[in-house]
Structure formats: C-alpha cells, structure tokens
C-alpha cells in the first residue's frame, strides 16, 4: 500500500507561444484548468500504476475542492484521510511556453491547513512495510511528523524535494529515498554547475554518509541513481514534449508504485522514467498521467 501525505491542488493553466519576461504581457492561446497539487499529481499516477493509494491532504470549502479530487476519486483512490478546511483550495497558476516549458505560481490554500495531527492520522493509517511518500507542499511540521512517525512503524519513506524550501535539507535527511531534479539536488547540498561526474560523485558522497537512496531526474537525459553503492540508470523516452509540467510527479508516483508491487530497483526507474516521458505528450498534470496499460502492456 502507498500513502501519498501532500499538497492537492486546482491547477490554472495558460498556453502561449514563449513564456513572458519579467515585466512583459504576452498574448495567450489557451485556458484550462485541471486537478493538480504534487501530491495529489503522485498519488494519481500511483494509482494508475495499480497500486491501491490512499491520498492524506486537505481542501477548501469551495467550487474547486470537488473538481480537485474528480480524477483520484474516479482512479479508485481511498479519500478518507483527505479532509475539508474553512479555506479555498489550493490553486497553482502555471504558465505553458510554446517549448512545453512551464513557470508555476503556487498559492497554498487549505494545504497550509494540513497539520500534525493529520500526519499521525494517515501514519496510524498506513501498514507496516507500505510505503509513503511526500513533497514540500504542506507545512514542514507536519512533513516532519509524517516521515518520522513512518520509519518509527517500519514503512519506506520516499521525499521529492520539490518545491525546493528552506526546509528540504532538513527534511530530506529523514527519508529513505529522496527524489530530486539535477537543479533541487544542487541547491540541496550547496553546489551549482555540477558536471555529470561531479553530480555523480556528490550522490556517493551523500548516499554513503546517509545509508539513502538517492534519484537525480534529468529532464530529456533520463534519470541516475545510487543505491547500496551501485549506480543505476534509466532512459527517458525520445520525445516532442507538449508539456512537462506533471513529468516529475508522474516519475514519483510510478516509480513508488512499482517498488510497492515488488519490481527490482532497476527495473521500477525504468518503468518510472518511461511514464515520466509519456506524461509530456499531453497538457496538463493529472490528465496527462499515463495508465498502467500504457507502459506495459
């Protein structure tokens, strides 16, 4: 079992041609709006990947909240740990360039809202041996809480560090396998303009003091892996992308998912990187998650 403990969204999108500079107006070509938050995103492609989810989050009191849980709902996911918070639900305003590049305004909502008590709600509620996974879109403390109660009942934590905060460090450290982007991973232990080597080498050296997994995503590049001293690495797709906006959150998903259901370690980063890759051939972050027939059947 997979408990997602994270961020649900309603996501806002605008395509148009190239993305704005700061200051400038541009003319846009499209408007949709779509259910999103990271860990809902996660927890929908977990599900798609078929595994059996619970989603642990909040959201408002609004016209958004239905709309934001439709596609988990309809996927099968159980919603018992979601509650409803006295605020709007979260939005996130994203911007889509002609390149499938995206800029992303994220306004929190009833994701502040998710507390402490809710974390050792959805810990009491996950089983010895599940897994969990989390992201920096609700509060630290309660992050924190989640993670820690977790390792506490024998369940593998999984952290993508995404959105990058003040707290990712801190946080990242609790967690058995951390889940990056080549840009989150630098900022993590400080260093910029990594070269391919350099990276790796960063990777030994944090895994070999943290005894962690860890995953660096690389975009177009695939991804790169250490674990238990061993370098592993999967392929992205070669591919036009429409939109990457819900690739990484797909990777997670999938890539927990398939752990979940007993893949080798090898075998669950390809699996992940491939869905990942599919998740850019269409708009949106929800819409676009691929199902579990696409990859494998």
Not at 58 to 81: C, H, I, P, W
Not at 97 to 105: A, F, K, L, R
Not at 108 to 118: L, Y
Not at 169 to 195: C, H, W, Y
Request: hydrophobic share 45%.
């Amino acid at each position: 079992m997979v408990t997602v403990f994270g961020s649900i969204n309603m996501d806002l999108i605008a395509t148009t041609d190239r993305l704005p500079k700061p200051g400038e107006t541009v003319a846009g070509r499209s408007f949709a709006t779509a259910a999103g938050g990271k860990g809902a995103n996660q927890a929908l492609a977990a599900t798609r990947a078929g595994a059996s989810v619970k989603m642990a989050g909040a959201v408002g009191d609004d016209a958004f909240a239905k709309d934001a849980l439709a596609l988990l709902a309809e996927g099968g996911a159980d919603l018992s740990l979601t509650k409803t918070a006295a605020v709007p639900t979260g939005t996130a305003h994203i911007l889509v360039g002609g390149d499938g590049e995206n800029v992303i305004v994220v306004v929190p909502g009833a994701n502040g809202e998710v507390s402490e008590a809710d974390a050792e709600k959805a810990i009491a509620a996950t089983e010895t041996g599940g897994y969990l996974m989390v992201q920096l879109e609700v509060p630290p403390a309660s992050v924190e809480t989640a993670l820690t109660l977790a390792k506490a009942k024998g369940v593998t934590t999984v952290i993508n560090t995404a959105p990058l905060t003040a707290d990712a460090a801190r946080l990242s450290a609790l967690a058995d396998i951390v889940i990056s982007n080549e840009t989150e991973f630098e900022l993590l232990i400080g260093r910029s303009g990594l070269s391919a080597e350099a990276r790796l080498a960063a990777m030994h050296d944090l895994a070999r003091k943290t005894g962690q997994t860890l995953i660096v995503t690389l975009g177009a590049d695939g991804v790169v892996a250490v674990r238990d001293g061993s370098i592993h690495k999967a392929p992205s797709l070669k591919i036009t992308p429409v939109d990457t906006v819900g690739a990484g959150d797909t990777f997670c998903g999938y890539l927990v998912a398939s752990l979940d259901a007993g893949l080798d370690f090898d075998s669950a980063l390809t699996r992940a990187a491939k869905a990942g890759s599919l998740a850019c051939l269409k708009p949106g972050a929800q819409p676009a998650i691929p199902i579990a027939a696409e990859l494998d059947g």
